[in-house]
C-alpha cells in the first residue's frame, strides 16, 4: 500500500513537468501560500554527546504581504554548556550560557535576490530559562543533569540586529525531462549587537522535485524565517516536494557572548574564541499538502582554540503554510 502511494505521489509530481501550471484566472489555479507558522530544534544528542552548543529551538510566524514583502516575528532559545559534566565552568572549555529572544523581522521577496532583516530582544542568564530547559529536558527523558549553571554567563538584556542577503544562482539550475530540478543561493549576512558580531558568506545547493520556496535550508539562525526570500512562481504547493540539501558557510565572528562573556557584567571567560568558523548543513526535506518537513545536520568547525572535537548537532523542522 504504501508503494502505491509513493508511486502514485511521484508520477503526480512528475506531470508538473509536462503540463503547463495554470495562472490566475485559469482553472486548477492554486494561490502560493501567505501564512508560514515554523518550529525548528536542534540538538546535539542525536550524535551521543552533550557540550558546546547543544540545543536550540527557534519558532516563527512569517506573513506574505504584496509586492514581494513579508514580516516575521520570532521567539528564539540556545544553550551552551562545557564539553566535560561538571559543577561549573571548565578551564579551556566552553562556559555554560543560555539566550533567549524575540524578533521581528522584514523580508523582500524576488525572483533573482531577496534579503532578510531581523531585530531581536531579548536577554542571556538565569531570565534566559536555559538552565531549566536543559534540566527538565534531561529529567523527562532520564538523561544526566548538569549541575554547573550556577557559573553562567550573567543575565544582561539583548539588542541583536542582523541582515541577510539572498542571490539566486541560475547558472547552477537545471530541469532535467525526468522531473529533477537543482537550484542554488549564493547569501550573505551580517551580526551587530550584544551577543554576537560576525559577517560571512554562504552557497546552498538542492536537488530535487518541485522544489518549494522554504527557508529552512539554514536553520535556527538570526534573521532565517520559514519563508524563503527566492521567489518560485513555478511551485505547485499542492503537489509532492521532496530534496537534498547541502550548504556551506564561513564567517568572522569578532564577538561571541557565550565565549566572551556579557558587555555589562564581568566574566572570566574560560576559553579563546576562534575568528574565523565555518559551517556545513546537509539534510533531507519534503512537502505535501502544505505542509514543509527537514531532518538534517549541522557540522561547524572549532568556535574556541582548545575545543576538543567538531561540533555536531542535529536539525528537525517543521512548517505549515496556508
Same mark, same amino acid.
Given at each position: 500500500?504504501?508503494?502505491?502511494?509513493?508511486?502514485?505521489? =511521484?508520477?503526480?509530481?512528475?506531470?508538473?513537468?509536462?503540463?503547463?501550471?495554470?495562472?490566475?484566472?485559469?482553472?486548477?489555479?492554486?494561490?502560493?501560500?501567505?501564512?508560514?507558522?515554523?518550529?525548528?530544534?536542534?540538538?546535539?544528542?542525536?550524535?551521543?554527546?552533550? @557540550?558546546?552548543?547543544?540545543?536550540?529551538?527557534?519558532? /516563527?510566524?512569517?506573513?506574505?504581504?504584496?509586492?514581494?514583502?513579508?514580516?516575521?516575528?520570532?521567539?528564539?532559545?540556545?544553550?551552551?554548556?562545557?564539553?566535560?559534566?561538571?559543577?561549573?565552568?571548565?578551564?579551556?572549555?566552553?562556559?555554560?550560557?543560555?539566550?533567549?529572544? $524575540?524578533?521581528?523581522?522584514?523580508?523582500?521577496? @524576488?525572483?533573482?535576490?531577496?534579503?532578510?532583516?531581523?531585530?531581536?530582544?531579548?536577554?542571556?542568564?538565569?531570565?534566559?530559562?536555559?538552565?531549566?530547559?536543559?534540566?527538565?529536558?534531561?529529567?523527562?527523558? @532520564?538523561?544526566?543533569?548538569?549541575? @554547573?549553571?550556577?557559573?553562567?554567563?550573567?543575565?544582561?538584556?539583548?539588542?541583536?540586529?542582523?541582515?541577510?542577503?539572498?542571490?539566486?544562482?541560475?547558472?547552477?539550475?537545471?530541469?532535467?525531462?525526468?522531473?529533477?530540478?537543482?537550484?542554488?543561493?549564493?547569501?550573505?549576512?551580517?551580526?551587530?549587537? *550584544?551577543?554576537?558580531?560576525?559577517?560571512?558568506?554562504?552557497?546552498?545547493?538542492?536537488?530535487?522535485?518541485?522544489?518549494?520556496?522554504?527557508?529552512?535550508?539554514?536553520?535556527?539562525?538570526?534573521?532565517?524565517? =520559514? $519563508?524563503?526570500?527566492?521567489?518560485?512562481?513555478?511551485?505547485?504547493? /499542492?503537489?509532492?516536494?521532496?530534496?537534498?540539501?547541502?550548504?556551506?558557510?564561513? =564567517?568572522?565572528?569578532?564577538?561571541?557572548?557565550?565565549?566572551?562573556?556579557?558587555?555589562?557584567?564581568?566574566?572570566?571567560?574560560?576559553?579563546?574564541?576562534?575568528?574565523?568558523?565555518?559551517?556545513?548543513?546537509?539534510?533531507?526535506?519534503?512537502?505535501?499538502?502544505?505542509?514543509?518537513?527537514?531532518?538534517?545536520?549541522?557540522?561547524?568547525?572549532?568556535?574556541?582554540?582548545?575545543?576538543?572535537?567538531?561540533?555536531?548537532?542535529? *536539525?528537525?523542522?517543521?512548517?505549515?503554510?496556508?
Amino acid at each position: 500500500m504504501s508503494f502505491l502511494w509513493f508511486s502514485a505521489a =511521484a508520477m503526480s509530481a512528475a506531470a508538473l513537468y509536462t503540463n503547463p501550471i495554470p495562472q490566475p484566472g485559469e482553472e486548477g489555479y492554486r494561490p502560493q501560500p501567505k501564512h508560514h507558522f515554523r518550529i525548528v530544534a536542534e540538538n546535539d544528542s542525536g550524535f551521543g554527546r552533550d @557540550g558546546n552548543y547543544t540545543s536550540g529551538v527557534r519558532i /516563527d510566524y512569517t506573513r506574505d504581504l504584496a509586492n514581494g514583502n513579508a514580516w516575521g516575528l520570532s521567539l528564539t532559545q540556545n544553550i551552551y554548556t562545557p564539553e566535560t559534566h561538571t559543577y561549573g565552568n571548565v578551564p579551556g572549555q566552553q562556559s555554560y550560557a543560555g539566550i533567549m529572544a $524575540l524578533g521581528a523581522g522584514y523580508l523582500f521577496r @524576488g525572483e533573482n535576490m531577496g534579503c532578510s532583516t531581523e531585530l531581536q530582544l531579548g536577554c542571556t542568564g538565569n531570565p534566559s530559562l536555559a538552565r531549566y530547559t536543559q534540566n527538565g529536558l534531561h529529567d523527562a527523558f @532520564g538523561m544526566d543533569s548538569w549541575d @554547573g549553571w550556577a557559573a553562567q554567563v550573567p543575565a544582561e538584556a539583548v539588542v541583536q540586529l542582523t541582515s541577510r542577503q539572498d542571490f539566486r544562482l541560475r547558472f547552477l539550475e537545471c530541469h532535467t525531462p525526468g522531473g529533477w530540478q537543482t537550484d542554488a543561493l549564493f547569501y550573505t549576512r551580517e551580526d551587530v549587537g *550584544t551577543a554576537m558580531i560576525s559577517a560571512g558568506a554562504g552557497l546552498t545547493f538542492r536537488i530535487g522535485r518541485n522544489l518549494p520556496p522554504t527557508g529552512e535550508l539554514l536553520g535556527n539562525q538570526r534573521a532565517g524565517f =520559514a $519563508l524563503s526570500t527566492i521567489r518560485r512562481p513555478e511551485y505547485r504547493p /499542492d503537489t509532492l516536494s521532496y530534496f537534498f540539501v547541502a550548504s556551506f558557510y564561513t =564567517a568572522y565572528v569578532a564577538r561571541d557572548f557565550s565565549i566572551d562573556g556579557g558587555v555589562v557584567h564581568h566574566f572570566n571567560q574560560t576559553c579563546s574564541r576562534v575568528p574565523w568558523q565555518t559551517e556545513t548543513r546537509v539534510g533531507l526535506g519534503a512537502s505535501y499538502k502544505g505542509i514543509d518537513y527537514f531532518l538534517g545536520a549541522l557540522f561547524y568547525s572549532d568556535r574556541y582554540r582548545t575545543q576538543d572535537w567538531q561540533g555536531r548537532v542535529g *536539525t528537525f523542522s517543521i512548517t505549515w503554510n496556508w
